[in-house]
């Protein structure tokens, strides 16, 4: 048992492959999220809680014996589709930008924890710290202290995107950091014509194998969130149920409108995603059912509750998934994901990036 007696402990690949297994059968819907959290469950259910146990000790073995010990490839072999069950397009890599120019709305959660879940699907995932803040890079186990080629030297061309990527101790999820330099790319960029399409021109020599690069954006509407809008194929836009809320994101679609119009055709809106969602109080139920009146289907079915594993993943630097999986941040992120791909897999070849 480990120390928190929640599962045995487990230690080998097989275990690691178990756990995108696991992940796996939650992301198909296989095995519900509701499902994963149960333990009174008797016959054929009982296979279920088996798997989700399995899942969660797994898990469990990667916070307790693996973390940053070592190299993806070596850690256990993931096999990445061409066009597999859960993202059925092509290889070229999906681009999202994590977006809300509302500070604390929970951008970098999301980052992380959608980036942990589409890669425990199997998905090759690169999270793209572009805010000086550098909150995913240090949630994801780096330090931002200048060891390393960042965002700030590939945005002034001091480095190419292959070489500042880094990979996290969650197999499938690599990095691409920042550190507090980035807020003078805002300034060292304003005069220069391409200013707004730096990120974008890299996405071209970005190493192949991605399936997603989602891009954590900074609380402003600057030249940083800018380049990702430019650079992106859509906007997930994370946001709190209250009532100064709508405002904020009706200015963030409208520069999307702008962006789409002037810089990047390509771009359009994945979803709005409620975060920090508390469903005990009438207000959040209120204006959560104001927002989808307002913004229909472009909310995401999956809402993101309060949970504070979250945040303590966060602090621990890795992702809630690998921190607890049966807390029920990491369970609505692997849902998220979920709904995510089944969404794409609906809208191709709508959503068949170029790149
Ligand atoms: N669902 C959640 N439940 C509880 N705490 C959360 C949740 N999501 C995020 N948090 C916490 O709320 C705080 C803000 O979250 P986060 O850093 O993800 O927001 P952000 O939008 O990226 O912030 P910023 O605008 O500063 O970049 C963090 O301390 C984070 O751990
Ligand atoms: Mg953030």
Redo the contacts with the bound molecule.
């Keep these: 048992m480990n120390p928190r007696g929640l599962c045995r402990e487990v230690t080998g690949p097989e275990d690691e492959e178990t756990l995108r297994f696991g992940a796996r059968q939650v992301l198909q819907g296989e095995q519900t999220v509701e499902q994963c959290g149960r333990h009174d469950l008797d016959g054929a259910e009982a296979e279920v809680e088996q798997r989700s146990a399995t899942l969660r000790a797994a898990a469990l073995s990667v916070r307790n014996g693996l973390h940053g010990c070592c190299p993806r490839t070596s850690m256990f072999h993931v096999k990445h589709r061409r066009s597999g069950t859960l993202d059925p397009g092509s290889r070229v890599p999906a681009w999202i930008a994590i977006a ?1 120019q ?10 992380i924890n959608l980036g942990a879940s589409l890669a425990a699907a199997d998905c090759r995932v690169l999270l793209v710290d572009a ?1 000086p ?1 550098s ?1 995913a890079t240090s949630g994801l186990g780096h330090a931002a202290d200048g060891s390393h080629p960042t965002l700030y030297d590939v945005l002034i061309e001091r480095a190419g995107i292959g070489e500042a990527i880094l990979s996290t101790a969650f197999a499938g999820l690599d990095l691409l950091p920042s550190d507090r330099d980035l807020a003078g790319a805002n300034v060292e960029l304003a005069t220069l014509a391409d200013r707004a399409l730096r990120l974008s021109r890299q996405r071209r020599s970005l190493p192949a194998g991605y399936d997603f690069v989602l891009v ?1 954006c ?2 402003s509407l600057d030249l940083l969130t800018l380049n990702a809008l430019a650079a992106a194929d859509t906007l997930l836009v ?1 946001m709190q149920c209250e009532y100064f809320a709508m405002e904020g994101v009706s200015a963030l679609l409208q520069t999307m409108d702008s962006v789409r119009a002037t810089l990047n055709p390509r771009l359009h809106l994945e979803g709005l995603v409620f ?3 508390d469903g005990r109080t009438s207000l959040s139920r209120q204006v959560a059912a104001e927002l989808r009146g307002h913004f229909g289907s472009s909310v995401l079915e999956t809402v ?5 594993r ?2 303590e993943a ?2 621990h630097g890795i992702p809630a998934l690998q921190y607890d999986v049966r807390c029920k ?1 990491a369970t ?1 992120y692997l849902a998220l994901a979920r709904e995510m791909l089944k969404r794409r897999r609906q809208q191709l070849p709508a959503h068949d990036h170029a790149a």
């Design positions: 809300n509302k500070g604390g709305v929970g951008k970098t959660t999301t980052a805010d803040q909150n954590d900074p609380p994370p975060t920090m969602f993101v509750p309060r949970n504070i979250l945040a966060a602090s941040g609505a």
